[in-house]
């Protein structure tokens, strides 16, 4: 059964096409890549896989069920979990607290035990702090759990976003241009590092990067979108050497260098 | 049930600031008067830490908070006029049905108004300050015990200091319990981003309305209380104004900490007092102009509050020891 399963799927905001009849289906453990020029629509298929928009039109199935229609929070407790483009962290709260927060929905104690400390309570508060603390450290920010989520440098606020996904215990981790704004040095790492958790926590990806080293050097399969539209799907040789995904970057009449 | 150190160091300067106050009665300097002014404060403790619930932890706005301690006040006073007979047994059943029906109103608010993504809960709770007010106002015409525009007065006065100062303690106490546990997490990250935390597995709205409920039964508990240290409700106790106050009281404090405002909502009691003292009769046609002033200065002086996120080491959980040093976890602030 694939992990991920995406018919037909369209979005239209107001007379804009921004997502138009999308397809893609992923198998356990790919690593897929969704690349294309600023403004084609990827991050539009994220949401709507996450569930921030509803589609125009489409299905999307996850694990053979279809979860076009529920509420985000839902799609996350279903394994799906993400990083956003904007890093999207709670700010003012410190960083274990963001790791901690998505530990809720399979936290085995009440209100009423939270209200009166019951053993169960301090029991529980305890596994989440232990394992909190391992996402952090797997992540390389166990030194840092104190500290404000907003106080951390740019590098360290996009793992502390993987970190906190990964907390989510996701089957499918999707990432928005996780090595945005690095240098090639810290890409570099960046793949390393997503091929780690790849293993280490036995994920699924699907990756949106403009960073054609991080995608080319990653990802088995890669889908390319142009105006909403899927233009080429391939491996990375493939997707190099076509020429409908030159002129896209490139403008018509480009020539490989 | 292991009772961490922080809980009991918190008990001791509990205890001695009873004892405080205990001595300074004792020697008098603490005369009816202050002792009123002081226990009028403990309940705005409990009112404010409810707004705190509901605005500095959780994000959501609300300019109707008195309207909810206006019912929990209205609510206990009648039930101990008519059924009790200042046995104390009726001064907690008819706090606890103020608090449970300030609960009720607020989650048939809450429910249609929080599943929005958006500010429009300060309108709602808005209108429904007005709609209470105008409520109170005629309430006589339904309700002859209620009183009216006249007020009502004859709750038996069950209420003082020893008792209070008890029930604010258990009530702080049972609040850091909540913003210290998964659900307090929950609360904050509304808060911080409430798309992200949507994405992350957090049922928002649920917890949107579970902080406004609980946030406005501690308002409905503070004003039955009230109604038993003061003998005389008026509407105009639960106008508009008063919820200003609650809301000065918690941005002044600083979005985010208990400390701040528990510190705030007393500091503010006394401040007003001795303003009525000094400025006599022309009080009551300043006070918006004071507020007004406060809040500037307030803003330019110290725009983040006196502790915005920060709380008082005592009402931390026991830190964490991480390997590289204590944890020093706070709730972060609101703004
Ligand atoms: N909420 C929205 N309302 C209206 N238009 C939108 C909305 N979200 C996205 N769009 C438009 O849809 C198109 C696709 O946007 P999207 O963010 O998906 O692009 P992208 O491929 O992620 O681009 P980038 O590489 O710059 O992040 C753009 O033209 C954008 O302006
Ligand atoms: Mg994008």
């Known amino acids: ?257 | 049930m292991k009772i961490s150190r922080q809980t009991i160091m918190l008990l001791i300067l509990a205890a001695a600031f009873f004892a405080l106050v205990k001595g300074l009665q004792f020697a008098g300097v603490l005369n009816a008067y202050w002792q009123l002014v002081l226990d009028q404060a403990l309940v705005t403790v409990i009112g404010a830490l409810g707004l705190s619930l509901i605005y500095g932890f959780t994000g959501q706005f609300s300019l109707g908070h008195a309207a909810f301690y206006g019912l929990g006040a209205y609510t206990a006073g009648a039930i101990d006029i008519v059924y009790g007979n200042g046995n104390i047994i009726f001064f907690f059943v008819s706090i606890l049905a103020g608090a449970a029906l300030a609960g009720l109103v607020a989650l048939l608010i809450g429910l249609p108004i929080l599943r929005l993504r958006s500010d429009y809960l300060g309108i709602a709770t808005l209108g429904f300050g007005i709609i209470v007010k105008v409520g109170m106002d005629n309430a006589n015409k339904l309700i002859p015990v209620l009183g009216g525009a006249t007020g009502m007065s004859g709750t038996p006065q069950t209420a003082h200091f020893d008792l209070i100062f008890i029930l604010v303690l258990i009530i702080i106490l049972l609040v850091r319990n909540f913003v210290f546990s998964t659900y307090g997490r929950a609360c904050t990250s509304i808060r911080e981003d409430e798309i992200a935390a949507d994405i992350m597995g957090i049922d928002t709205t649920r917890f949107k309305v579970l902080a406004f409920v609980l946030g406005c039964s501690l308002a409905g508990l503070a004003g039955g209380i009230y109604a038993h240290r003061y003998p005389f409700l008026h509407p105009a106790s639960f106008d508009f104004l008063k919820s200003f106050d609650f809301l000065l009281i918690v941005v002044l404090g600083g979005l985010g900490s208990m400390t701040g405002t528990i510190v705030t909502a007393i500091g503010w009691g006394f401040l007003m007092e001795v303003l009525r003292a000094v400025l006599g009769e022309n009080f009551i046609d300043w006070r918006g102009v004071i507020y007004a002033l406060i809040l500037i200065v307030a803003i330019i002086l110290r725009p983040q509050g006196l502790f915005s996120g920060k709380e008082l080491g005592l009402l931390l959980p026991r830190p964490l020891q991480t390997g590289q040093g204590k944890e020093r976890s706070h709730a972060g602030t609101g703004s």
Request: hydrophobic content about 45%.
């Open chain 1, 1 to 257: 059964m694939p992990v991920l399963e995406v018919k037909n799927l369209s979005k239209n905001f107001g007379g804009l096409k921004a997502v138009n009849n999308f397809q893609l289906t992923m198998e356990e453990g790919e690593i897929v890549g969704l690349i294309g020029p600023n403004g084609a629509g990827k991050t539009t298929v994220f949401n709507l896989i996450t569930g921030i928009y509803f589609p125009s039109a489409g299905t999307i199935n996850f694990l053979g069920e279809q979860i076009n229609g529920l509420p985000p929070f839902r799609i996350c407790q279903k394994g799906i979990a993400r990083t956003f483009q904007n890093i999207r962290l709670f700010k003012e709260n410190t960083v274990l607290d963001n790791v901690r927060t998505v530990f809720h929905p399979r936290i085995k104690y009440g209100l009423l035990d939270a209200l009166f400390r019951t053993p169960r309570f301090n029991a529980e508060e305890e596994r989440v702090n232990r394992e909190a603390m391992e996402f952090l450290a797997a992540l390389n920010l166990a030194d840092r759990s104190a500290h404000k989520a907003s106080g951390l440098p740019y590098g360290d606020q996009r793992r502390l976003e993987i970190a906190r996904s990964l907390a989510c215990r996701p089957k499918l981790l999707i990432l928005d241009e996780p090595a945005a704004g690095m240098n090639p040095n810290e890409v570099s790492r960046m793949v390393d590092l997503v091929r780690m958790i790849k293993e280490k926590f036995q994920l699924t990806i699907l990756l949106i990067e403009h960073q054609m080293g991080m995608v080319m050097n990653l990802c088995e399969r890669l889908v390319v979108m142009d105006f909403g539209q899927i233009i080429a799907s391939g491996t990375p040789d493939e997707i190099r050497n076509n020429q409908m995904v030159l002129e896209a970057y490139l403008g018509k009449g480009a020539t490989v260098a």
